[in-house]
Nanobody
Framework: QVQLVESGGGLVQAGGSLRLSCTAS????????MGWFRQAPGREREFVAA????????YYADSVKDRFAISRDNAKNTVTLQMNSLKPEDTAVYYC????????????????WGQGTQVTVSS
């Protein structure tokens, strides 16, 4: 049974940083692309960042590029999202997900999701 468990969310002031982690189990982690999405109240779930199975390729949403960094450790079955220079508009529930494509920005390419972790950025 595939499980993805996020951690690291919380409350931070604008301009601050948070580091989200996702630990995977029940899958051969190193063979899957992974991604982070987020969903703010009343809005659709949106793509944030993705990383290929090897970590050699990454994608970012324009809204987070140059502020967020995705990375993975295949030995520890973890994917991490380092978030810097946070803005109030980054407030959302952040979800880790597994892609059945090598790397993708598209929600439909992700078939397993974590339960999410809340990130709140105060102004």
């Amino acid at each position: 049974q595939v499980q993805l468990v996020e951690s690291g969310g919380g409350l931070v002031q604008a301009g601050g940083s948070l580091r989200l982690s996702c630990t995977a189990s029940g899958l051969t982690f190193r063979t899957y692309g992974m991604g982070w999405f987020r969903q703010a109240p009343g809005r659709e779930r949106e793509f944030v960042a993705a990383i290929s199975w090897s970590g050699g390729s990454t994608y970012y949403a324009d809204s987070v590029k140059d502020r967020f960094a995705i990375s993975r450790d295949n030995a520890k079955n973890t994917v991490t999202l380092q978030m810097n220079s946070l803005k109030p508009e980054d407030t959302a529930v952040y979800y880790c997900a597994r892609s059945y494509n090598s790397i993708s920005r598209l929600r439909r390419d992700y078939d397993r999701w974590g339960q999410g972790t809340q990130v709140t950025v105060s102004s």
